[in-house]
């Protein structure tokens, strides 16, 4: 029949289907139904192309298995290797080296073709701080970069100045959505903030009412933060109404969050949410409050404090959002990138929300 293939389907009914050898810009381009101009800008991201169209194109390309030049490609960085520079936040947590070791596994896969990673830190109270490293990073001429930094105008305007330099970036843990980068790798963190809501008000729905929560953070200028601050004090409105949540923003420091917390009046305090910030402060005051066991506590992360604590029955849960796949992925989005030329199908590739406890997490029990 006109219009149809040996197969029976139409054109327009197509998809992306296996071919024999390598597959072309024009093969990708009859499948999508687009001229093969366009498949090149929306690969290469040159050029105006409506974002869904080219959403598209590279999830076809993907699925063909689309690969231009990269056995070439990989060949020429490895006599001549580039660098995809890491930035991250030194805090008193060890969260982020978890995500440091992340990178080491991700980038093994490509240390051969010429592609290495550096990472970089800095400190996360000053924005001037992470400016500075991002621009020292552009001006060692990397090719790329993934970072967690903080959601202020001028980190901002820096992380785009770099995207507009041409250099590809990839947001990790903590998402700067305005600033041009590629694609974010983390967590629904305003859900997981929910989800320590549900938990909190299940766990104190005994408790005399009205009740106070605390709700420790490290430094609300990273989006991360606030979306968990803003996910639980949501969650209370539904599981505690009438509960009054206190913000405690420690600065990710152990000394600074001992402070603030020392600083409460505990009377009335039921529960205790550490988003961010110094777990082990958290815990060494509440053992100073009247009743310590009567306070409920959740935390984040898989940290051996957080595992000391659910084995000694200090923490109650804690929410898990995998540190290794938030190093290791951005790693790999971006050596792809290099290597192929393509950009994810999803801007938000996302890491699981999972509540753990100690049996999760397989803490041994207490010895008899």
């Not at 805090?91 to 550096?118: C, N």
């Not at 506590?297 to 940290?303: A, R, Y």
């Not at 790999?332 to 393509?342: D, Q, V």
Request: with cysteine; glycine share 10%.
């Amino acid at each position: 029949m006109p219009g149809s293939s040996a197969g029976g389907d139409t054109a327009g009914e197509r998809g992306p289907r296996t071919r024999r050898g390598r597959p072309t810009i024009k093969q990708i381009a009859e499948v999508a139904g687009v001229s093969r101009g366009t498949v090149d800008r929306a690969l290469n991201n040159r050029g105006d192309v409506n974002e869904s169209v080219a959403a598209r194109i590279r999830t076809i390309a993907n699925e063909l298995g689309y690969s231009p030049h990269r056995a070439a490609k990989a060949l020429r960085l490895n006599h001549d290797p580039v660098e995809i520079a890491v930035i991250l936040p030194r805090t008193s947590s060890d969260f982020f080296s978890q995500i440091e070791r992340g990178v080491a596994d991700g980038a093994g896969a490509f240390e051969d073709m010429g592609i290495h990673t550096h990472v970089r830190w800095f400190d996360p109270s000053r924005e001037d701080a992470f400016i500075r490293t991002l621009e020292e990073a552009v001006a060692d001429g990397c090719a790329g970069i993934a970072l967690t930094g903080p959601q202020t105008p001028g980190a901002v305007a820096s992380v785009r100045t770099a995207v507009e330099s041409g250099l590809p970036v990839v947001t990790t843990n903590s998402d700067l959505p305005s600033s041009g980068r590629m694609a974010f790798v983390g967590q629904d963190l305003y859900q997981s903030g929910v989800v320590a809501a549900e938990l909190m008000g299940k766990m104190t729905r005994r408790a005399i009412r009205p009740a106070r929560l605390i709700a420790l953070t490290g430094n609300l200028t990273f989006q991360a933060h606030r979306d968990r601050i803003d996910g639980f004090a949501a969650g209370i409105g539904r599981w505690m109404d009438g509960t009054t949540v206190e913000v405690v923003e420690g600065q990710d420091r152990y000394d600074g969050t001992l402070s603030a917390l020392e600083a409460i009046d505990p009377e009335g305090v039921v529960g205790a949410y550490a988003a961010t910030g110094s777990i082990r402060a958290l815990l060494e005051v509440r053992e100073r409050w009247p009743e310590p066991k009567s306070v409920r506590v959740i935390t984040n992360d898989d940290l051996p404090i957080v595992r000391e604590g659910l084995l000694d029955g200090r923490i109650d849960f804690t929410i898990l959002q995998d540190a290794s796949a938030q190093g290791s992925e951005p790693v790999r989005l971006l050596a792809e990138h290099l290597l192929s030329g393509t950009r994810p199908a999803n801007e938000w590739v996302r890491t699981p929300v999972i509540i753990a406890g100690a049996t999760l997490l397989e803490v041994p029990p207490p010895e008899a």
